[in-house]
């Protein structure tokens, strides 16, 4: 089946700080592949994605690149911010019969200090 | 405001009790989905349903019922609560081939 593997947190950062959140998938197909991001006592919202090979999904500075050759999706931003505070969930969704579902990393908490 | 509405927020009970989480979507999704949310396992897909009438089990069904009566509702219904469903549930919407939404979670605690 798919699965998804994210670095395990948690990751403790200084402000301006760059990023970077390793986030690996195995899947049978060709999935969709995404970041959300859970900020305290709040649901998920979806902070990227990228539905093919070599698509680079962005938005509120952070990127991340689907690579296909290495099976990975790693979440990057160069200067973080103390509101970039949060946990990011990797995942993935592959339509397997009638079923959207998303296979979701376990999740990486990410602090930054001012 | 396009939203994924859940309620209730938090709800304490008691093993055995009945109870039922509501989740409404205003976006005219077809698709929508539970999932539940437990410290070093991730989410983990409970239901799902393409549309109207047509649900079924995603990875964690066991002891959880779904009904989807109209495209807007999606509740979740706990028959006989026990405390291994003590966790945060949350509900998502989505059109096909896109993105989900999420409500902003259900924390429930059976005592």
């Known amino acids: 089946g798919n699965s998804v593997t994210q670095m395990e947190g948690p990751v403790t950062l200084s402000e301006e700080a760059f990023l970077t959140i390793n986030c690996t998938y195995t899947?049978?197909?060709?999935?969709?592949l995404f970041w959300y991001v859970q900020y305290p006592g709040e649901g998920l919202q979806l902070l990227l994605k990228?539905?093919?090979?070599?698509d680079k999904g962005s938005n509120k500075g952070f990127e991340a690149t689907y690579r296909k050759e290495t099976t990975s999706f790693h979440l990057e931003k160069g200067s973080v911010q103390v509101s970039d505070s949060a946990v990011y969930f990797c995942?993935?969704?592959?339509?397997?019969?009638?079923?959207?579902?998303?296979?979701f990393g376990k999740g990486t908490l990410l602090t930054v200090n001012p | 405001e396009a939203q994924v509405t859940q309620n209730p927020r938090y709800l304490i009970t008691v093993t055995g009790k009945k109870l039922t989480v509501t989740c409404s979507q205003n976006?005219?999704?077809?698709?929508m989905s539970w999932y539940r949310q437990d410290p070093g396992l991730g989410l983990r897909q409970i239901y799902y349903?393409?549309?109207?009438?047509?649900?079924d089990k995603g990875d964690v069904p066991e002891g959880y019922k779904v009904s989807r009566k109209e495209k807007r509702n999606f509740p979740l219904i706990l028959e006989s609560p026990s405390p291994n469903q003590t966790s945060l549930y949350f509900c998502?919407?989505?059109?096909?081939?896109?993105?989900?939404?999420f409500g902003d979670g259900t924390r429930l605690s059976i005592l």
């Open positions: 998502a919407s989505g059109l096909i081939n896109q993105p989900q939404h």
């Open positions: 899947a049978t197909g060709y999935p969709s």
């Open positions: 990228a539905t093919k090979a070599d």
């Open positions: 995942a993935l969704t592959e339509r397997g019969g009638s079923n959207y579902k998303l296979t």
């Open positions: 976006m005219n999704h077809e698709y």
């Open positions: 349903s393409m549309n109207v009438e047509v649900t």
